[in-house]
């Protein structure tokens, strides 16, 4: 499958959502949501100012049941391990305070890690240890197999899709590794679920609505193996019935439950759309995307041109602002971007990159316009 022998799927993903004011180009910050999501949480609402926030609750229950073992099937985890939370780093922070660390932990790392899970391990007490990669950043599965023989870290952390750049590490490698060294696997899937397949038996993962989704913001889930379950320290709290799984425990209380029923919705739809149908359209929107772009007046694409996401970054060769650049993308073209500060992957990154992230519905047509706006900044003084 290709990104311009699909024209039924974007067209489904485009007539299903309101008309966008801009060129939407950056679904890896925050996707755009159907109107069927969006009618789904303002329905919660209204019945929440109607009937009151808890029968509300009640009575979408089952709904955000099947939310739960929809997601436990996308992150290869069982439906009792999984917990909604705010958001990734929302379920990120909850695994770190509730798994059984110790003085002089380590968790490795590649060079491309997001920057806060970077400063929230080392927040933890926790020391960072490098992964040895491949020269277009993959992890160096013979220099892992080697690290967990001499120099076994506590925990390793992989984030499958890189935010700043088109990177997808080998998961489900590096999970058969570990875990044949009996080390755990954390995923940081932000930018994975809903992009790429992600099933693969890792020990726990975190993950957020918002992206490749197309939920509501402020909901994200954390899901752990039952084999970790009973060594979670974890605050049992009242709100959670007696004899509920470990994990649930990690659930916040007070929560966005319209947004909780909007996700759930939104995994309706992408479970309906075929997740390898979705996966393989936005690998092939990634290539288009690189390819259109590549040779770009003042900008050079940055990595894979094959890699199977579709966030594409691109490096100014003439050393052009980079906000400024995404400011004008919107204000003169109206092109919505990521301008990427280094803060992202402080290991990696030396300089800022524009991000280019489109859904399903991108076009040849829509790219072209973005090259163009490119170039005409390229060209002002």
Request: hydrophobic share 45%.
């Amino acid at each position: 499958m290709t990104a311009t022998t699909t024209p039924d799927l974007a067209a489904h993903w485009r007539e299903s959502r309101p008309p966008a004011q801009h060129l939407y180009l950056d679904s890896a910050a925050a996707g755009r949501s159907s109107t069927a999501v969006l009618e789904a949480v303002h329905r919660h609402l209204l019945d929440e100012a109607t009937l009151g926030a808890y029968i509300a609750a009640d009575q979408v229950g089952p709904q955000l049941d099947a939310a739960v073992a929809t997601v436990g099937e996308l992150l290869g985890l069982p439906t009792d391990g999984v917990a909604f939370v705010e958001s990734a780093s929302a379920g990120r922070a909850a695994l770190l305070a509730a798994w059984p660390f110790h003085d002089g932990d380590a968790v490795a790392v590649a060079p491309s890690e997001w920057g806060p899970n970077l400063g929230a391990f080392t927040h933890r007490g926790l020391a960072i240890r490098e992964l040895a990669v491949e020269p277009g950043g993959t992890i160096d599965l013979d220099a892992l197999a080697g690290m967990l023989r001499r120099h076994r870290p506590a925990l390793v952390n992989v984030t499958p899709v890189a935010s700043h750049r088109p990177l997808v590490q080998p998961l489900r490698a590096v999970v058969e590794l570990c875990a044949a060294a009996g080390v755990p696997v954390w995923v940081d899937a932000a930018q994975a679920l809903g992009h790429v397949d992600i099933a693969c038996g890792a020990d726990a993962v975190y993950a957020t609505s918002r992206k490749w989704l197309a939920g509501p913001r402020g909901v994200g889930v954390v899901a752990v193996a039952e084999r970790h379950w009973r060594a979670l320290r974890s605050l049992r709290l009242d709100s959670v019935p007696a004899g509920a799984p470990p994990v649930r425990h990690l659930q916040s209380h007070e929560a966005n439950v319209a947004g909780r029923v909007g996700l759930a919705v939104a995994l309706e739809e992408h479970v309906g759309l075929g997740p390898d149908v979705v996966h393989r359209r936005l690998a092939a929107v990634g290539r288009l995307t690189r390819e259109a772009l590549a040779g770009t007046v003042g900008w050079d694409v940055v990595g894979d041109l094959t890699a199977p996401v579709a966030i594409t970054a691109l490096r100014p060769n003439d050393g052009r602002d980079v906000m400024g650049t995404r400011a004008r993308l919107l204000e003169e073209h109206g092109i919505v971007t990521t301008a990427g500060a280094p803060a992202r992957a402080p290991r990696e990154m030396t300089g800022p990159l524009l991000r280019i992230s489109p859904h399903l519905d991108v076009t040849p047509v829509d790219l072209e316009r973005l090259r163009d706006a490119l170039e005409a900044s390229a060209a002002r003084p």
